[in-house]
């Protein structure tokens, strides 16, 4: 976004900058007493998480940072989407569709949280199934909604065996076709990879975008 | 299980393993490289049971326990009853921030903690002034069913005089007097809990067996960020409410370690085992790190050591990052346990300030084989303990619940072929 004024550059980079309470009311007199297009206001957000979802990348920015930038991108959109009138012009084509899930016998989904929001800032379309999700379910989930990639979530070690067996059924149900499988938590290695047949592994949110991007054939 | 009379061998046979552990504690060269036990449900594989019977049968916890101590010799065990045979108490208590095997998961799946808001962001004030009022109306009865009722109590300062007398009238309310009688009828389990306990590590220690420690603490940090705020109320108020957390930080540093401090005195036991949630590399920055996390966290272990204890922080995840700030506590006075860090690389940094345990990783001791178990202890035999580190072998974060019984063998027998 290069034609913004000076309003709007200020937006970005409050959002940017983790100044939650300067970047709300000024999107809020945006939107409610200057009349801005709300479309607008929400790609001015979009560019705000981009720099967001850069500097975790790049090691400036952690965990903290992504759950708050979560938070500004909804409240600001809570204000924003019920102003908007015209039907909205063409979605930015989304680079793959990403299914998400944590195996079956496990609750967390702190980590999946993380790595869905930082694929949805990337540009990737992310269904997020749930925790203790069976394997039956990935199954339908997978059959319905045709992903490029499978995200497989754990943090117990009885992940380890979850994630083979559901990996293990969607082979079987040939349902693998074209689609990735990646594996992630924090006790995920190469060792967890190999064990249960996936493509690869992460053990965190920017290895989970890296993975993606290479698959869909978008430079990383 | 009867009581035992420990026999001079036996009392030998304990003396040369704890003294193996404290040696790595004052940073001396012990005889050879003390090795941990530390199961949960890894004991149910163990004994042939489902993890539901081995939270509520405490004679069938405290025999397989017994077997497995016996059969791999260990210089230190953890409280095996107290990791694993909670179910009862946690049943009577109405203990609502788990789920456990027969409870929430499957008979056969480990417990899970339940991450929520048990504390809501504006209710920091009402906490840092009055925390027992605060425990008692508010945060007791969310996280415990037996408690529910005690809303009605009435609040305690300021009552004075007559406003006293009158003022315990409230005891007499329906709501808390049923509060009241679940209360004691579930600290009669917890008690029978405690027995239990008691007489296995006693029965463990008759047989030449210590166990590593009976207390167990948490940082100020993950105190109120895994029991209160919950994991994303935590990480927002590092920016919404930086200043009360700060003050709640300091507050709760205080009175976690009069709780560590009592504990550990009472039991005889030095050791003070922590496990550590919230300082990986990858959760926060160096200066959130230095900010929120390490302050209160360190006062408490100096707090510890001052009293003749030693903190046995267990550092989760991969804190390679924070070796260099972690550094700075007294020489000779901790154990520091590390999953994911690198130990070459701990023992690098701090090798001459703390005794190191741990880290054959997870998924080795599920999914490898007893070879490939014999070259990761052999690895960490020859990089660290034979290099001057004072190392107490064991598993990252313990035994794994699903690891093969011949990989534990073959930790055991590895750590005795290569840590001599």
Known sequence: MHDMTDPERQLVEWLADMNEDDAVDLAKRMLLEEGADPLRVLELCRAGMDIVGKRFEEGEYFLPELVLAGEMLETVGAIAKPLIRHAPGEEPKKLGRVLIGTVHGDLHDIGKNIVSFMLDI?????????????????????????????????????AFDAMKETIAAIDGAGLRGHAKIMIGGGQIDETVRSYTGADAFGTNA??????????????? | MTDLIQTPEAKAAFDARWQRVMDCVALRQPDRMPIGMQPTFWLAKYGGISCKQLMYDYEAT??????????????????????????????AIGFKQLNWPGHGVGDDQPYQYIDREYMKPEEYDEFLFDPTGFYLQKYLPRVAGAFEGFEDLPSLPGLHYFRLVGGIRAFA???????????IKAAEEVERFAAHHAAFTQRMTALGFPVSYTTTSVSPYDFIADYFRGATGMMKDLFRNKDKLLELLDKASVFLLRHAVAGAQASGNPVVFIPVHWAPDAFMSPKQFETFWWPSFRRMLIG????????????????TKRLEVIRDVPPGKCIYWFERTDMVRAFEVLGDVVALRGNLSPSLMTTGTPDEVDAAVRHLAENVFHKGGRLILDCAFGIPDETPVANVRAMFDAARKYGG
């Open chain 2, 173 to 183: 309310k329906p709501s808390v007097r049923a509060a009241l009688e679940k209360v």
């Open chain 2, 62 to 91: 405290k025999a397989i326990a017994e077997r497995a101590v016996l059969e791999f010799e260990p210089d230190v065990h953890s409280p095996l009853v107290l990791a694993t045979a909670s179910g009862n108490a946690l049943e």
């Open chain 1, 206 to 220: 920017v290895d989970a975008v890296s993975l993606c991007k290479r698959w869909v054939g978008v430079a990383a």
């Open chain 2, 304 to 319: 510890l050591i001052d009293a003749g204890l030693i903190p046995m922080p267990m550092w989760e995840a991969d804190c």
């Open chain 1, 122 to 158: 990337n540009g990737f379309e992310v269904k997020d199934i749930g925790v203790d999700v069976p394997v039956q379910t990935f199954l339908k989930e997978i059959d319905a909604y045709k992903p490029d990639v499978i995200g497989l979530s754990g943090f117990l070690t009885l």
